[in-house]
């Protein structure tokens, strides 16, 4: 009689019961990018290799991974779970027909802080008017104290900031630090500066225990901006 067409790894079983064997190839793991992200988890990591079916699953250790997309056969991304410790684990990838690979100690989980970006945003600016973020311009040999936390997306949990720092207007040449409140003031400087000129820099910015910093005017007075572009938690 006519042949009738069967699923892959469908039909009847082998000998002693056996079910027959898939006709798919195992998955196998070329590489995973990044290769390290925080113990909270939710980094986006890109698997190269082969043979990925759609309705993947991907662990992390014994933990399972979650938004795993297949892209392709070649390609899938997913999302690292959180880890209850730093160190470094195994990433699997099982296909739906239970076949699976595993690259061994592929993934560290570290215990640093993780990088979340803003829409640019001025959280001070001692141009304005007279107040906790604005005016007056910074004076000769003081420390001001900003709060940042709560302000321009940057949440009270956050270690530090990334932003960019600008002098304008000063009255004398010297150096602006900008450093964590509560804590020494570091040797180095943030940005240094001529009499009147303006300058800006890139920056990391460590916050104190209340989300704040400490902005020090060495010589004469200038007028300091800050904007914030992203946070550390």
């Known amino acids: ?38 113990v909270a988890g939710d980094t986006l990591v890109t698997i190269l290799g082969t043979n990925f079916q ?20 070649a390609t899938l991304t997913a999302n690292s779970p959180s880890s209850a410790s730093a160190g470094t684990v195994g990433v699997t990838v099982t296909n739906p027909d239970a076949q699976s690979a595993t690259l ?36 000769a040999g003081t420390a001001r104290i900003f709060v ?12 530090a900031i990334a932003a960019n720092v600008t002098v304008t207007q000063p009255t004398a040449t010297g150096f602006l ?8 003031r570091p040797l180095a400087s943030t940005l240094n500066f001529a009499a009147g000129q303006t300058r800006a820099v890139n920056a990391v910015l460590p916050l104190g225990s209340a989300g704040d910093v400490a902005a020090f005017c060495a010589i004469g007075t200038a007028e300091a901006v800050i904007d914030v572009n992203g946070y550390f938690e």
């Open 177 to 184: 630090a900008v450093y964590a409140a509560g804590t020494t």
């Open 54 to 73: 759609s309705g993947a699953t991907v662990r992390f250790g014994a933990a399972a991974a979650t938004a795993v997309s297949v892209s392709s056969a």
């Open 1 to 38: 009689g006519a042949m009738q067409r069967t699923a892959p790894g469908s039909g009847p079983l082998l000998g002693a019961g056996n079910p027959r064997p898939p006709c798919s190839s195992a998955p196998t793991i070329f590489s995973i990018s990044p290769r390290s992200g925080p």
């Open 104 to 139: 061994p100690s592929s993934f560290t989980y570290s215990a640093g802080a993780r990088f979340y970006s803003v829409a640019p945003c001025r959280v001070v600016d001692t141009r304005g008017p007279t107040g906790a973020w604005g005016g007056p311009a910074l004076a």
């Open 148 to 159: 940042l936390a709560g302000r321009c997306g940057v949440p009270t949990t956050a270690q």
